[in-house]
């Protein structure tokens, strides 16, 4: 997963540099893979506020600016459309280069001098493509350093999650580990409930309630479809990875990496009647959003309406509920997939989505109302509109998962020391875990011992219960291993080990292998040593015949 230093330290931010931050991440078990620059080398390129915009006297699509770039007002000719009085702006000085190479000179366009160059996002190395210039915050200062007025000096660090950390798939799951291994404070993203604007809510039918225990939706309706995504928003979303679409879609996949829950919006316009949750029927055909079109089986959840599927559950939405630059009408999804139903369904498919990556390593089953909520507000602050209530079919889990118990004892067993009580208890709080200290006048555990049971006060474990995000913590060695990870692996001290040998014996029934495949090849049998994979007409020939089972991905065709 890939994100940016900056979103990360602005929910957990422990002492050190970027260094100390990726030693830190994986010795907590979070590798990281590689670490690279937010943005390319920008010398030179400051902020600019346009002055005076002036037709070009020898060409219909030129004009001529004069820029306050931080000193004496510049002469730049420029040609995007949307340049303006008063508008902020990139300035390229003389001498300045570009990520493409090329360096600024004082040059003459169609007769005009030009002191330097306006700049897109595209040439400043920030987007694949841009309609014109990059608008900056008209409250900054001019000769301001673009790096500095972007928070460009940043950078991008790309974890390994294991499969067992799917609460890592998020920056709110990273910064939270962080904190409780660092000991700084975690700030969460503020969610607040949206108050509805109106009473309108969409149908929603859940056939499939083992497969998807719970559905948030919300209407909103008169999104603004001029307003493009704000730059903070488009910036934030390309250094993770993730191209800027639109304001709906990247509203979000932002929420998406910042809570881990992915989302999903459809063009109510385009809907029939209500949603059900669904398997799909054998033969069912979809067109997804991509263009391709799939047949699918039984075995893939759908969300449908009265038409057919429009999405595949969880993977990818359909191309006939897409939400486009004019859609002005949405309906907002989060619901919680088990990962069983999920897992090898992309795959399977040639797909290979965010959402499909998260669902079938598990999200939180409780925060899905939470994600509604937090997409919904980006939303009306970037594109307006009016929003119905937050509609819950089915349940949403509880916040907290079972208890687990710890016993003192086997922790000490299984680390090989013993750790202080104290310090159990604030890790485990740190990791937002509920702890009840297990004492000896309670019913004592199996297998403790005997040391501990005639001490009335002693502590012998504790009754843990794991926030829901935790899915993962659901045995006695779980609990153990997030005590070793918080505490440090290098605070496990080495402990000589002694173990007592002895000699095998073997009786007079026991026959060799050597013996075995003698007495086989006397008899006339013959040993084959196959390989597990082989090319088609060899497997023909050993098949009979028989049609085999084909590699999608094959390293070679033998």
Known sequence: MKFSEQWLREFANPAGDTAALVHQLTMQGLEVESLDPAAPPLPGIVVGRVLEVTPHPNADRLRVCRVDAGGTPLQIVCGASNVQVGGVYPVA???AKLPDGTLIKPAKLRGEASEGML??????GLADKADGLLELDPALKPGVSIVEALGLDDQILDLKITPNRADCFCIAGIAR???????????????TPVAAATDECFPVTIASPDDCPVFVSRVIRGLRSDVPSPFWLRERLRRSGIRSINPVVDVTNLVMLELGQPLHAYDLDTLSSGLAVRRAQAGEKLQLLTGDEVELDTGVLVIADVRGAVGMAGIMGGASTGVTETTRNVVLESAFFRPTVIAGRARRFGLQTDAATRFERGVDPAGQLVAIERATA???DISGGKPGPASVSGALADKRNPAVLLRRECLAQVLGQQVPDAEVVDILQRLDMLVEAQRGGDQLPPKTFEDFQHQENMTWGWQVQA?????DIAIEVDLIEEIARIRGYEQIGEVAGRQTTRLGTASDSVVGLDRLKNV?????????ITYSFIDGDLDSQFAGGAKGVPLVNPISAE
Do not use: K, N
């Open 119 to 124: 700049c897109s996002a595209t040439e400043l």
């Open 520 to 528: 086989l090849v006397e008899r006339g049998y013959q040993e084959a």
């Open 467 to 471: 926030a829901s995000f935790r899915f």
């Open 378 to 380: 980006l939303l009306l």
């Open 93 to 95: 000085c003389i001498g």
């Open 177 to 191: 580990d962080l904190a409780a291994a660092t000991s700084v404070p975690f700030r969460a993203p503020v969610t």
